[in-house]
């Protein structure tokens, strides 16, 4: 609540006159002060009554379109506020945009003085930059009278809502026709017809008539077809790996894997055989949708994991089939020359490898993998932290013959990550910028 | 208010009419008169007029002390009145508040020979409605800002 400059003023001649009444024991100067001091509290009091008032009138109703967005996209938002305004009073109303939403057009004030009851709709546009989940700040009301001012801050509940939904933008891009997502013409002749010519012969009964060439039947006077390129793709399998709350890791490192996925997921539920998910965090599955076509339930299962927690956890877990192959070498260093130390772990090798078993995890991605033929496996993760699942992952699908192609952000990129993941099983690391 | 400061003036005038305080009275209203017209021409604004017009009050409360809270009323009002206040919640009622406890404070000073008591007692009260001021209004913020409330529209 703050005073107008007239009621300090009035403040102000009140304080002189009381320090002149008490240097001078002067009555009538003691009575002034008085008076106008209680003329300020009067008024004072008065004010905040109507600012109650006002108060407990208001109610807002604000729309915002669309309400699930990509980041930057702009968002138009109407909000219509309703209040009751006493005599004497005038209202500057205010809108509050989501946190790290720019206004881009439209005001997002606006006043009133006549008493009465008000519909004020204020009509703006705002750019969401940052991502998540994006509430309204609220709306503010400044109330004015000739002696005060006061701010009500409505914040919560019904002033706050809708609620935007913002992705990061997908900064990765799958490829052209590369086999993994999306599909590429061949020269054999396929059940699914492709978009390239691959040659042309002559009409043969049966044969579609949208198929005919006219211009070359105009050229040679006989009917000629088309005869299309074959289509041939992969029934992708996208695997995102989400960051363990517990452990920090870099919100543009999430944000960049969880807009690429989003990015991949809308592509690859048009293909003909819709797009499998799986969501992980580590070495634990939190989601698997198999074949899913619908692009919100896609989204759907990767926004709801947005602090997903690591209940099982592998550093540098190793795979039977990789202890065997060093044991093997151990023991022929062991055998080949007098290295006591090889010879030692080699036995210690020898005696856990029969007690191996496999994680829950790999078995899950087994079951992932082998559940159609032709699969292509994408991966995105943020690399953060142990790697040890990406291996398990990779190493299955090199077993089973998959292509497996894994991103990670351009920020945790190192030689030796590149190294370690290519030696996993990936035949391609793609970095997302 | 640009009536209420002549008619004040003529009145604190005719009451001390054959007193010392006579030529002094004149000359209080009639240099704060001009000042303020001067002051009114130019920025208009209620408050000046009414600080202008408080040294006439002073003087008249040498003539009689209730003489002084009825002239005090009287701009009281009006610079009510122009300040844009209508209507009896806002005028009459905070006029007659206003009138009977200056009419107190008026009779509380003028019974005592010294203002100290009187100033400690007028601080103490100002304290006090200060707090209770900035008390509710710390209380509505509050509620608006999604504290306990009762304002309709809200989960």
């Given at each position: 609540m703050r005073p107008s400059r007239r009621t300090a003023v009035l403040v102000l001649a009140a304080a002189v006159s009381l320090l002149f009444a008490w240097s001078l024991d002067s009555a009538p100067a003691l009575f002034l002060a008085g008076s106008i001091l209680g003329l300020v509290a009067l008024r004072a009091f008065l004010f905040l009554h109507a600012a109650g008032t006002v108060a407990s009138s208001v109610r807002v109703a604000r729309r915002a379109t669309p309400f699930i967005i990509r980041q930057g996209s702009p968002v138009t938002v109407t909000c219509t506020v309703h209040f009751l305004l006493p005599p004497g009073l005038r209202a500057d109303v205010s809108d509050v945009p989501p946190p790290g939403a720019p206004l881009?057009?439209?005001?997002v004030t606006a006043g009133n003085t006549l008493p009465g009851s008000h519909d004020i709709t204020l009509a703006y546009g705002i750019s969401c930059i940052s991502c998540g989940r994006l509430s309204f700040g609220g709306v503010d009301i400044v109330l004015h009278d000739p002696f005060f001012s006061l701010l009500l801050p409505f914040r919560g509940g019904?002033?706050?809502?809708p609620t935007l939904l913002v992705d990061p933008v997908g900064r990765f891009r799958a490829g052209?026709?590369?086999?993994?997502v999306g599909e590429k013409d061949t020269e054999a002749r396929r059940l699914l017809r492709g978009y390239g010519i691959r040659s042309f012969r002559g009409y043969m009964p049966g044969?579609?008539?949208?198929?005919?060439?006219w211009k070359l039947t105009a050229k040679h006077g006989k009917l000629f077809v088309r005869e299309y390129a074959g289509m041939t793709g992969k029934s992708p399998l996208l695997v995102v790996d989400l960051p363990d709350s517990a452990m920090p890791c870099p919100v543009p490192l999430r944000d960049a894997v969880l807009g690429s996925a989003l990015d991949a997921a809308r592509e690859m539920c048009?293909?003909?055989r819709g797009c499998s998910l799986m969501v992980i965090c580590g070495p634990n599955l939190l989601s698997f949708l198999p074949n899913e076509r619908s692009s919100a339930r896609l989204e759907r299962a990767l926004r709801e994991y947005s602090s997903p927690q690591q209940v099982s956890r592998c550093y540098r877990a190793l795979d039977p089939a990789v202890a065997e192959v060093f044991r093997q070498r151990l023991g022929e260093s062991g055998v080949s020359g007098n290295d006591d130390f090889s010879r030692k772990l080699a036995e210690v090798y020898s005696a856990f490898i029969p007690a191996m078993e496999p994680l829950p995890f790999e078995v899950q991605c087994a079951r992932a993998l082998a559940r159609q033929g032709d699969t292509a496996l994408h991966v995105l993760s943020t690399?953060?932290?142990?790697?040890s699942h990406l291996a398990i992952l990779g190493l299955q699908a090199r077993r089973r013959g998959v292509d497996a192609r894994i991103g990670i952000p351009?920020?945790?990129?190192s030689p030796d990550l590149l190294r370690r993941l290519k030696g996993c099983g990936y035949s391609v690391v793609r970095v997302m910028a | 208010m640009l009536a209420a400061v002549p008619a004040v003036w003529l009145a604190s005038v005719i009451a001390l009419?054959?007193?010392?305080?006579f030529p002094l009275a004149l000359a209080a209203g009639v240099l704060p008169a001009v000042s303020g017209l001067v002051v009114f021409s130019f920025f208009p604004d209620e408050a000046a007029l009414f600080l202008f017009g408080q040294p006439v009050v002073f003087l008249s409360w040498y003539a009689s002390p209730l003489l002084a809270t009825a002239l005090e009323s009287v701009f009281i009002v009006a610079f009510l009145v122009s300040a844009g206040d209508t209507g009896v919640r806002r005028v009459v009622v905070p006029a007659i508040v206003l009138v009977s406890v200056s009419g107190f404070f008026a009779l509380f000073i003028s019974g005592h020979r010294h203002v100290l008591l009187p100033l400690v007692l007028l601080l103490s009260v100002c304290m006090i409605a200060m707090l209770a001021i900035l008390g509710t209004a710390s209380h509505l913020i509050h509620r608006v800002a999604g504290g306990l409330h009762e304002a309709p529209g809200r989960k």
């Open positions: 881009t057009k439209g005001s019904n002033f706050s809502v052209d026709g590369s086999g993994i044969d579609d008539p949208r198929t005919i060439d048009r293909m003909p690399g953060w932290g142990d790697t351009d920020s945790v990129v | 009419f054959g007193t010392p305080l």
